[in-house]
């Protein structure tokens, strides 16, 4: 089979948070793959040696404001006031002239709406992932939704990580054939469950930026009813964010202090040695007030991969990963007093975590397997797209 000239266009190359990029990237790299990035955030811990990679020059990577977005508006109305302008998307335009892809895959519904507007004559099949925030957000607001509307047709592939994404496409004019729901994966670790000792504290472990979405909050709440009934309880949090001032001064007033851990950003290897090290994975997700919501988190499937019973929130793709009563449980958004009860349940009872950890092994999805169905997604729709397209304009635009 001929390996695929792809162009991955992404924001940032890459953060601690975005490991599931860099395992789709590794997949990707043995195709002819070439990186535009907007900005260098390329962690130590992610190899990518060897792949040509083009970041967007710093004099255009300033979005726009006042009059200049204004104005940009008024030339260029389609674009519904993108935050940076004519001459980046020029100079986008001539880098995809120079590499001359077969396929652009980007990451986020903002980066494929701004990549269609770049190229929108040149009839290079474009794919857009969406992921949580990248669907949600997007289309939160008015403009937004009617720009992602106006433009599904254009795209040779939507690819969905979260049922609702899907089905929300689909409502929208999307075709069954154009849309993908293929989730990350994580990779797994068959003999994570039987290197768990019959510990009598349970480690509650999270993972997950301190933010309003990921609700640290209502989990420090439920962790304290957990604590006050089974008091050798402990949970560790790997992450940081806007809300770690707060979530620590919670943690002072309910006097969690001895029982909670809070580690900040990790790498990837420690991400995994805790999650070894644990005997049930917690996230309290909720639908921000602008309306950003999870797709399918990684971490929770990351957990699963390793064994671990997941206790959770019933929102957007978690449904999906998790069944009440068979590898973890689920409350509603926002209901903390539930979720205690449920780690209570669990940090009570090694054999139930043992069960449903072997259920969230058994229901974990592989990461190279996603990816590679991601491929052959693209092979399929880039056969279509070539019967139907018309002669290319790329050689006279190059």
């Known amino acids: 089979m001929s390996r695929l000239k792809i162009l991955a266009v992404i924001p940032h190359l890459i953060r601690p948070s975005e490991v599931w990029m860099y395992r789709q990237l590794q997949v990707f790299r043995h195709q002819d793959l070439h990186i535009i990035a907007g900005h260098r955030h390329q962690h130590e811990q992610f190899d990518l040696t060897g792949i040509p ?12 404001r006042g009059l200049r977005r204004h104005w940009d508006r008024i030339r260029f109305p389609g674009m519904q006031g993108t935050r940076y302008g004519q001459h980046q998307r020029q100079w986008f335009r001539e880098q995809v002239c120079r590499i001359r892809p077969d396929a652009i895959h980007c990451q986020y519904g903002t980066v494929g709406l701004s990549t269609l ?12 992932q969406f992921n949580g925030d990248g669907l949600s957000c997007l289309v939160h607001r008015r403009r937004g939704r009617e720009r992602m509307v106006r433009s599904i047709g254009n795209f040779a592939g939507l690819i969905t990580v979260a049922r609702y ?3 929300w496409l689909l409502r929208r004019g999307a075709s069954p054939e154009q849309v993908a729901l293929i989730p990350y994966g994580a990779p797994l670790e068959p003999d994570a469950t039987s ?5 009598p504290n349970c480690q509650f472990l999270a993972v997950g930026r301190l933010c309003e979405m990921k609700s640290p909050l209502n989990l420090i709440r439920a962790f304290a009813l957990c604590q006050s009934l089974n008091p050798a309880s402990r949970l560790t949090i790997i992450g940081d964010g806007p809300m770690r001032g707060e979530t620590e001064n919670l943690i002072q007033r309910l006097g969690l202090k001895d029982h909670v851990t809070l580690l900040g950003v990790q790498p990837a290897e420690v ?10 994975f917690v996230q309290h997700s909720v639908t921000a007030a602008n309306g950003m919501m999870e797709g399918w988190p990684v971490a929770i499937g990351e957990a699963m ?9 019933r929102h957007a793709g978690i449904c999906e990963q998790v069944i009440h009563d068979v590898n973890g449980y689920l409350c509603d958004e926002f209901d903390w007093s539930d979720m205690g009860r449920y780690m209570a349940d669990l940090a009570g009872n090694a054999m139930k975590r043992q069960t449903f950890g072997r259920q969230a092994l058994r229901l974990s999805l592989d990461a190279r397997v996603q990816t590679h169905t991601q491929l052959d997604f693209i092979r399929k729709r880039l056969g279509v797209t070539r019967q139907s397209q018309r002669p290319s304009t790329l050689q006279q635009a190059a």
């Open 165 to 167: 994404q899907q089905q």
């Open 53 to 64: 990679i083009t970041t967007v020059p710093e004099s255009m990577n300033n979005p726009l």
């Open 195 to 199: 290197i768990r000792t019959q510990r």
């Open 305 to 313: 991969s390793r064994g671990l019973p997941v206790v959770a929130t």
């Open 271 to 280: 991400v995994r040695r805790q999650m070894l090290q644990a005997d049930v």
């Open 117 to 128: 507007d770049a190229i929108n004559d040149l009839d290079i099949p474009v794919f857009v």
